[in-house]
């Protein structure tokens, strides 16, 4: 592609690249290294040419705003917020409809919003600031930073690395449902639960997206940094930056005045939902900003590190952090979109012969993404507060990224308006699209005999009930409703409040007997096997047998513990002096009576036998180990 030879909406930097990289050729001979050098080793362009770059990108921009008013419009999102950075200056920072639609209160550039997946490149510049320091190295053994880690082979274990999880390539799959919506869930704990998820490909052949080894990333932080994930972050990235709005705190999120309120569509309406609970997944998707924040994050990432003078991360460590590490084969290539990879934490790929990265994210209620074009150094970030696929945020992105960088392509391509057309196409299809049609099947056994509770020791609990002459399944507190649809095989209803497993198909399997002892679900199908979850009997956190299971003596840091009933209770003895009632919540989890913020939780083998109590308190847990009865 002749790049040259395209018009363009200002001047092109490709003559420049050229020089860079001679230049830093001839650095690394001599060993001196430019302070002021690009991460995408490109030369930062003069003041004087700065402003005339951003002058014209600022005119390029001029419609825009009414563009995005009639999107807005016509796809029923209720803002949009958008930043761009060209040559280190803010030339657009705005906010479009409202951030809420029931009381029309107007976006701006300081809305906030949740960002989602668009928040992993922040871990991994966090990352990067302890590999500055001398804290981590990249290639280091992960269970050398963290001992308890475990995943589902020896082999595994021992060779991942912090380059093998920021860039997706440990070979673990998503496994999503194993957290999703289960905000009590700690990092800590999620490390009991890998050992028993497979991998869907060996270590390092293959591109696998896995937010769960993101979690897993933010828990090594913590080891390392002796500080909360959370805490590292604002203090190592958000407050060097200057993103003084920002923060990883839903309850602070709906707190403040200034936010956008989450929506979804039901039945073709606009409609408001919830945010999201996220606590465990902070580091793959955690992070709230606004467009005014976000606008110093496009900064520092073109500049080499640097922001208002000021280096906030080693250049040489950016520069890693930008680098491709594994090829995403799964991509298509066309004219527009070159080959994909995956950098520490970026999408790296090339649009219409001009590199960039990018992140983007989606979480319930809203869609967010993040572009870098370094060799143009030029930044773009779109933030929605609307369930939509995520790459409507991409398809807003590159729009803008056309009238920059190829204004004839703006003007031909209408890349708005075909969004726009193709999602009113998919709201006049689905007007016609009739209820959910499954087979006039009669299960062969009374719905009584599937209920009961089950159990997978990666993915934990699950609890079949019989509800209005249909199978109820509950995960992590999400309710779906099955129907049968072949002997023993059901099928997940649409129409639920979290669809998780809509159209899911639920296989129930019998003993030697003909009793039903476990069942499967299709929950991670990158790994290529159901998930099954052996059937246990019916055992309430209140009763005798409970109490007996868990009764017994735990040891932590040289300290010993005794769990013992009492009554018709439970007593948690941390002293002979210090006694404690352990009142029951859920997931084998028991708060302290009298003492606020502790909790503690039984956790369970394949076996069904307790192996562990655990501690919390706050984001901390402490794990004691059982002695005996």
């Known amino acids: 592609m002749n790049i040259q030879k395209r018009k363009t909406a200002f001047l092109p930097t490709l003559y420049p690249q050229v020089v860079a990289q ?42 825009l705003g ?107 799959p998503r496994h999503d449902l194993v957290h999703a919506n289960y905000p009590e869930m700690t990092r800590s704990e999620l490390l009991s639960r890998l050992p028993y998820l497979k991998p869907a490909h060996p270590l390092r052949e293959r591109w696998e997206y896995s937010n769960l080894m993101y979690a897993v990333a933010g828990h090594v932080l913590e080891q390392l940094s002796g500080n909360s994930f959370e805490a590292l972050v604002k203090e190592q990235v958000l407050q060097p930056l200057g993103m003084k709005a920002s923060h990883m705190s839903i309850p602070k999120l709906k707190q403040q005045s200034n936010r956008a309120l989450p929506y979804d569509e039901q039945d073709g309406k606009l409609s408001p939902t919830d945010y999201y609970p996220m606590q465990l997944g902070q580091p793959a998707g955690g992070l709230v900003s606004n467009v005014e924040d976000m606008t110093r994050w496009l900064r520092v990432n073109l500049s080499g590190g640097k922001l208002d003078g000021k280096q906030i991360i080693n250049p040489t460590t950016l520069s890693e952090l930008h680098k491709p590490q594994v090829l995403i084969s799964q991509w298509p290539i066309d004219a527009d979109y070159g080959t ?50 995520s790459s409507v945020a991409e398809q807003i992105s590159q729009h803008i990224a056309d009238k920059l960088l190829f204004a004839e392509d703006a003007e031909k391509d209408q890349r708005l308006s075909r969004l726009a057309a193709g999602y009113k196409r998919r709201q006049a299809a689905l007007q016609g699209v009739s ?5 006039d099947f009669n299960p062969v056994r009374p719905l009584g005999e599937y209920a009961g509770r089950y159990f997978h020791p990666g993915y934990g609990e699950l609890k079949v009930s019989v509800q209005q002459d249909r199978l109820q399944l509950r995960l992590n507190e999400v309710d779906t409703a099955f129907a049968p649809s072949n002997v023993d095989l059901f099928t997940g209803l649409t129409g639920a409040a979290k669809p998780y497993l809509a159209q899911v198909k639920l296989q129930f399997h019998g003993d030697s007997e003909g009793r039903v002892s476990a069942l499967s679900l299709d929950l991670e199908p990158a790994s290529g096997e159901r998930v099954l979850f052996q059937r246990r009997d019916e055992l309430q956190m209140e009763s005798d047998e409970y109490a007996t299971r868990v009764s017994g003596r735990y040891q932590a840091q040289g300290r010993e513990f005794v769990v013992s009933r009492q009554g018709k209770g439970l007593v948690l003895s941390l002293s002979d002096s210090q006694h404690f009632e352990l009142e029951a919540d859920k997931n084998h989890r028991f708060s302290l009576k009298g003492l606020q913020q502790v909790a503690v939780q039984f956790v369970f083998d394949a076996k069904g036998e307790v192996g562990t109590m655990k501690f919390f308190q706050g984001p901390r847990s402490i794990e004691a180990i059982r002695k005996g009865e």
């Not at 590199?355 to 809203?366: K, M, P, Y």
């Open 340 to 389: 994909a990879s995956y950098t520490l934490g970026w999408f790296h790929q090339a649009y219409k012969g001009h590199q960039v990265l990018f992140h983007s994210g989606r979480i319930e209620g809203f869609a967010s993404n993040v572009s870098l074009y370094p060799y143009d150094n030029t930044g773009i970030v779109v933030m929605i507060n609307k369930y939509l696929s």
């Open 22 to 63: 001679a230049l830093l050729l001839a650095c690394a001979i001599s060993g001196w290294v430019p302070q002021a050098q690009a991460a995408s080793s490109q030369i930062a362009p003069t003041k004087a040419a700065s402003s005339v770059r951003a002058e014209q990108a600022r005119n390029a921009l001029a419609n």
């Open 435 to 439: 209820a959910q049609v499954l087979p």
């Open 66 to 172: 009414p563009e995005i008013e009639t999107l807005v419009k016509e796809m029923q999102i209720p803002s949009i917020a958008i930043g761009v950075v060209v040559d280190d200056e803010v030339v657009l920072a705005q906010g479009y409809g409202f951030r809420d639609a029931a009381k029309q209160l107007k976006a701006d550039s300081q809305t906030l919003y949740p960002i989602a997946s668009s928040t992993k490149p922040f871990t991994a510049f966090a990352a990067g600031t302890l590999v500055d320091v001398g804290k981590l190295d990249w290639d280091g053994p992960v269970q050398g930073y963290l001992p308890q880690f475990r995943l589902y082979s020896p082999e595994l274990t021992n060779r991942v690395t912090m380059r093998d999880i920021l860039s997706h390539r440990t070979g673990i």
